[in-house]
């Protein structure tokens, strides 16, 4: 049986410690009544679901860092589960310029980091169980390209918890809600100013957080302010149910029956490979091809600037440093959204060992050296006409 100071720190070793550095799939956390999943794609953060409030989060993420949007209005069609409703919503916006990269980085963020403390907070309580499944990452969960390093935000995160912790609030979840109960006796205690500002903001509807805020305070420090008044029971801590799902009329959807002419897309095309003098010639071939293209000659930094810019084809090198052409296609071919793309393998070896390998893989093809400027167009040309290009209409599968 682990430990307790283990138990407590179970997560926070799992994030930062055995979650495989190239996984990609979901973490489920169960508890007795509350249940949670992160996301991951090659070991970074995408997206966190579930526990108390998961609509009462996003409402309030939402109005924290896009104020000046309202969500009335906003629905998706034929989109019910809610796991994945709200990162759909902010794909969106995003595609359509609705909000900028750092609006939708920021609500990702905070998202995450508002579910990763709830569950700090409930294992700290109970027994939570946790289960690794590399099944669990939808295709339309890679639509954006906010993906976050676990060590760029857990650290900071489980030291917040644990001044949480060392506050003597292990018991209190910031997602209850403080109520007023003895108000004539809270206007004899309390100082006028701090009355004042209880009164105004405790009104029973809003949480810890929501309050915390719109005080633009640490929702600790908020916390530790109303504690007195708590526990002389002036104040009491309540759970709320959540708010219902952001959901705007069905008539004030667009018209998506107009049809509007396909923009032209130029394909993106990228090429790992470490030798710089190969990049620079599929760059000069494909540019003059009218085609885009990324070369990258460090093969440990292929897969997050590939799932940051999602090409139409890749060119691998088999034989490169520390990560060869066979390793990156297998982490691809693991990521939803390139289970099918065209990857096309680069060799200096016509052997039959190597062709049958990279069919192994998962590779769609193979090219020899020398390369030359008619055999890289054919098998470009070849390869994307079987896996057509992502269109501005094409790639809003689920639109407003």
């Known amino acids: 049986m682990k430990s307790n100071e283990n138990r407590k720190n179970q997560l926070f070793n799992l994030l930062l410690n055995e979650v495989p550095d190239q996984f990609t799939g979901k973490l489920e956390v169960k508890g007795s009544q509350k249940s949670w999943i992160i996301f991951f794609c090659v070991g970074r953060l995408v997206w966190a679901t579930g526990g108390e409030h998961p609509n009462r989060r996003f409402h309030r993420i939402w109005h924290q860092f896009c104020p000046n949007i309202s ?82 935000i857990i650290p900071t995160l489980h030291k917040s918890f644990l001044a949480w912790q060392q506050s003597n609030l292990t018991e209190y ?84 029956n107009k049809k509007k002419a396909p923009a032209k897309v130029q394909e993106l ?18 540019k003059k091809a009218d085609y885009r293209f990324i ?26 440093p520390i990560a060869n052409g066979y390793e990156i296609c297998t982490q691809l071919r693991r990521v939803p959204i390139f289970e099918n793309i065209p990857i096309i393998i680069i060799t200096g070896n016509d052997g039959v060992v190597d062709r049958v390998r990279a069919k192994m893989v998962g590779a769609t093809g193979y ?9 890289i167009l054919a098998v470009v040309k070849r390869y994307l006409q079987n896996y057509p290009p992502k269109s501005p209409e094409k790639s809003d599968q689920t639109s407003l």
């Open 367 to 375: 090219i020899t050296k020398p390369l030359q400027p008619k055999k």
């Open 269 to 286: 095309i990228i090429c790992v490979d470490d030798s710089k003098q190969i990049c620079y010639m599929l760059e000069k071939i494909l």
């Open 71 to 152: 969500l009335a209005n906003m629905k998706l069609r034929e989109h019910n589960d809610l796991n994945y409703y709200y990162y759909h919503l902010l794909s969106i916006l995003s595609r359509k310029k609705v909000l900028i990269p750092n609006q939708v980085k920021a609500v990702i963020i905070e998202n995450i980091k508002e579910v990763v403390f709830d569950i700090l907070q409930q294992q700290s309580q109970e027994l939570l169980a946790y289960n690794l499944s590399p099944k669990g990452l939808e295709k339309s969960l890679i639509l954006m390209s906010v993906i976050i390093p676990p060590e760029a």
């Open 295 to 320: 070369g990258i000659q460090d093969s440990i930094k292929a897969l997050p600037i590939i799932i940051e810019n999602k090409p139409d084809l890749i060119f691998l090198d088999l034989m490169m």
């Open 173 to 256: 979840s910031p997602n209850l809600v403080p109520e007023i109960i003895k108000q004539k006796l809270l206007q004899q205690i309390a100082k006028p100013n701090s009355y004042q500002i209880i009164t105004k903001l405790v009104d029973g509807q809003r949480t810890l957080r929501e309050i915390a805020i719109l005080m633009n305070k640490d929702v600790r420090q908020l916390t530790l302010f109303l504690m007195p008044y708590v526990r002389n029971e002036l104040i009491i801590l309540k759970s709320v149910p959540d708010k219902q799902r952001i959901e705007g009329s069905p008539g004030l959807q667009p018209n998506v």
